[in-house]
């Protein structure tokens, strides 16, 4: 498992963790913020929400296809 999949299933984050619109953004002292790309077309949706993210109605499981199949 590697650091980024590591931070991805950490409980902190939340459903973030697992949706297909996570960005990650690092800054140059090694600090990760969790940006939703979901806020880029939609304000309803924080940019950098508080974590962990329980409940968020734009939440798209990653590797989820059309019909739902990964």
């Known amino acids: 498992m590697t650091t980024d999949d590591a931070s991805r299933t950490d ?3 939340g459903l973030c963790g697992s949706c ?3 960005r990650e953004q690092a800054s ?3 600090s990760v913020f969790y940006r939703c ?3 880029d077309e939609d304000e309803r ?3 950098y929400p508080a ?3 329980l ?3 734009g939440h798209e499981p990653r590797g989820a296809g059309i019909n739902g199949s990964a």
């Open 11 to 13: 409980p902190a984050i």
């Open 20 to 22: 297909l619109h996570l």
């Open 28 to 30: 140059r002292r090694g």
């Open 37 to 39: 790309a979901r806020a």
């Open 45 to 47: 949706y924080p940019r």
């Open 51 to 53: 974590l962990p993210v």
């Open 55 to 57: 409940r968020c109605r």
